[in-house]
């Protein structure tokens, strides 16, 4: 097997792009993919602020060293969740992936600042775990953005999930998570820009990337998402995949650019009703926004969002961990 | 032949020298699925890996909506 572009001795096979690559060319492949889709849809600017959520994983480690390595301004932010080990464990990725390159990490821990974990907040909030933790951790990605004047939340979401979250959707008609989906959510009401960088790659191309660029990361899976909706729905579309490649990318990349417009209508109905949430300060279609009344259920202490004084200064109100290169 | 799989963890052994693409399909692996690394390196899909091998075949299907 020969890598497309130098004919050396190739590790990877990409059977959607019909493509191998040596370890220097497939590292240069993923850089490229990422380049494309911050330009394709405009999601920020090389002086942009950026912060990358990181969860110890594969795909958010990897999204953060691309960033960097393209020349952007990326700090991080690892959200401690109260996982049993796991959480200890991934936060342990976050932190030594960050201190080997000298990078910014915010660290928030859910139980000393909020004082609930997931599991503890699902059960009270009776919601199931992931449920509970997307809601917890998008609040929070919020807050730290705001409090520290980044421009935009970068998230590792890749191919793989954004096909999945797709496939969930048009299952069930669901017209108004349709008209949001998209690699960039614009910013609005003080809430930074959301982008997701890695929609050009996939699952098994991120992994590669991290052991072919030396990135250590956590492999064991969540414990409370085995079962979950989103793993039947990746296995789904894996299987389509196996015997078409090309499939899961087609899908998610035409719904894009031929299926999104029909359902941006749904959107924009339910974003003219937001307001603000009397605990926290922040948007919410109801009096007290979902995070703060999950907060309030599990016992636990809301915190009111201080904005920054600027998108320009840094006021860091978490722990943070910044190392010397 | 030592190989080590994750979600769940086992390891199984093979007497004999194969091809990746073999071992995958002894052991009904989808290769789009997985990473086969062997000595920390990726090995690909038509190498040849010599009957004293460790290698580690790795699940690359993460969960978990965000």
Redesign the interface.
């Known amino acids: 097997m020969k890598c497309r572009v130098c004919r050396g001795p190739a590790v990877i096979d990409l059977k959607r792009h019909n493509a191998n690559f040596c370890p220097e060319h497939f590292i240069r492949f993923c850089n490229q993919q990422v380049e494309k889709a911050i330009g394709e849809y405009d999601m920020f600017a090389k002086d942009d602020r950026l912060l990358v959520a990181v969860s110890g994983g594969k795909d958010s480690l990897a999204v953060w060293a691309i960033l960097v390595e393209l020349g952007y301004q990326a700090d991080g932010l690892y959200i401690g969740l109260g996982i049993e080990n796991y959480s200890d464990v991934s936060g342990q990725y976050a932190k030594e992936f960050a201190e080997a390159r000298g990078l910014h990490l915010h660290i928030v821990d859910l139980v000393d600042e909020y004082g609930y974990d997931v599991p503890n907040g699902a059960k009270a909030a009776k919601r199931v775990p992931c449920s509970a933790c997307g809601l917890s951790k998008r609040h929070i990605f919020d807050r730290v953005a705001l409090e520290n004047g980044y421009d935009v939340l970068v998230t590792g979401h890749n191919l793989d999930d954004e096909a999945a979250v797709l496939f969930g959707n048009v299952l069930h008609w669901q017209a108004e998570y349709l008209a949001r989906q998209h690699p960039v959510l614009p910013e609005r009401d003080g809430m930074p820009r959301k982008v997701k960088p890695l929609v050009r790659l996939d699952e098994r191309e991120m992994a590669a990337y991290c052991v072919v660029s030396g990135i250590d990361y956590m492999l064991d899976e969540c414990p409370m998402s085995a079962g979950n909706s989103h793993l039947r729905y990746k296995d789904a579309l894996n299987l389509v995949e196996q015997a078409s490649p090309g499939t899961k990318q087609a899908f998610f990349h035409k719904f894009l650019s031929q299926g999104a417009p029909f359902f941006a209508e749904a959107g924009d109905e339910k974003r003219a009703e937001l307001g603000t949430c009397a605990t926290c300060g922040g948007p919410t279609p109801n009096d007290v926004c979902a995070f703060c009344r999950l907060v309030e259920r599990a016992g636990g202490q809301p915190v009111k969002l201080t904005r920054g004084p600027s998108r320009s200064g840094s006021t860091p109100t978490q722990q943070t961990v910044t190392a010397e290169p | 032949m030592i190989v080590e799989l994750?979600?769940p963890t086992r390891t199984v052994e093979f007497d004999e020298a194969m091809s990746v693409a073999k071992l995958l399909n002894r052991l009904q692996v989808?290769r789009?699925?997985?990473?086969v690394?062997c000595d920390?390196?990726?090995?690909?899909?038509?190498?040849k890996l010599p009957a004293d091998a460790v290698v580690e075949i790795?699940s690359?299907?993460?969960?978990?909506?965000?």
Not at chain 2, 41 to 47: G, H, N, Q
């Open positions: 994750r979600n989808d789009g699925a997985v990473l690394i920390g390196t990726l090995v690909p899909y038509d190498a790795r690359v299907i993460s969960g978990g909506a965000a």
